[in-house]
């Protein structure tokens, strides 16, 4: 600020009359702008990048699933902060058709967050049901190649796009009594995988984030998060020492969504605070 306020002394003193004397704050603004250039070059820099950033979705369409639950709430937040046009949809997806009748529904999409979430079974592997691994698979899996299908031939007519699925870390490290759904999520990130190379030519970008211990309201309420067991585990066996907050990870979900994420081709980014880091 105090920077930008000195390129301002500076321009003020075009348009004033002459001979008129420096205000005490304005001499002791450019003091310290000559005393310490690179100092506020980088306060320059960092101003302007966040500048750069606050826009970086700017005249991009996004469709948000389940926005009202997992990270939907903060990613609709975020994303429209970066001025994404936010589609928030709660729809359920796991019925056939559900999928196709909503993205027909959503208009012409540059990007597609698929956050799909259900609250996490913890059936001992020995006793989960058909009925169990169906009912998880049905909301976690099944209707991400039914929005692939549905969404992709728009984005390659356009001629670009980009799927964002936000998933877990659950699938990267062995937990008891999570068979069921660090197997769906499993089945999550090995879809990115594969559909990210193959649409890759389309410039489709398919990619995931796998995470873990990140603040939301589905899988680590507030009753959770106040629990002192909850609170030993935390420090126990997160490196971080702490959830990541919901911001943190939808900041880096807006990026991933921005063209500044080009690069990517279906990778897998582990947002845990350590807890898995492959």
């Known amino acids: 600020e105090a920077f930008l306020y000195g390129i301002w002394?500076?321009?003020s003193l075009k348009k004033r009359p002459h001979p008129q004397p420096l205000s005490r704050m304005e001499r002791g603004v450019f003091v310290q702008v000559l005393n310490r250039p690179m100092v506020f070059a980088r306060q320059f820099l960092i101003h302007s990048e966040g500048n750069r950033m606050s826009g970086i979705l700017q005249g991009k369409r996004i469709l948000i699933t389940q926005a009202g639950e997992f990270m939907g709430p903060m990613l609709c937040e975020v994303l429209?902060?970066?001025g994404a046009e936010v589609v928030a949809s709660q729809a359920l997806l796991s019925e056939p058709g559900a999928a196709e009748r909503l993205v027909a529904s959503s208009g012409d999409l540059d990007v597609l967050v698929a956050n799909l979430a259900i609250p996490a079974p913890s059936t001992p592997a020995v006793e989960v049901t058909d009925a169990e691994w169906q009912q998880t698979f049905a909301a976690l899996v099944d209707p991400l190649p039914r929005l692939v299908r549905a969404v992709v031939p728009g984005m390659t007519a356009r001629g670009h796009g980009k799927i964002l699925v936000i998933g877990s870390a659950s699938a990267l490290r062995g937990m008891r009594r999570a068979s069921t759904y660090s197997a769906a999520r499993g089945a999550q990130l090995a879809y990115v995988q594969a559909v990210g190379v193959e649409?890759?030519?389309?410039?489709?970008?398919?990619?995931?984030?796998a995470q873990n211990f990140v603040d939301n309201p589905t899988y680590f309420p507030e009753e959770v998060q106040r629990n002192p067991r909850f609170q030993e585990r935390l420090k126990r066996e997160v490196p971080l020492g702490r959830l990541v907050s919901a911001r943190e990870d939808a900041e880096f979900a807006a990026y991933l969504c921005s063209d500044a994420a080009d690069c990517f081709v279906g990778q897998i980014f582990p947002i845990c605070g350590g807890w898995a880091i492959r």
């Not at 649409?199 to 984030?209: E, G, R, T």
């Open 9 to 11: 002394c500076a321009e």
């Open 199 to 209: 649409l890759a030519q389309h410039n489709i970008k398919v990619n995931a984030i």
């Open 80 to 82: 429209a902060e970066h």
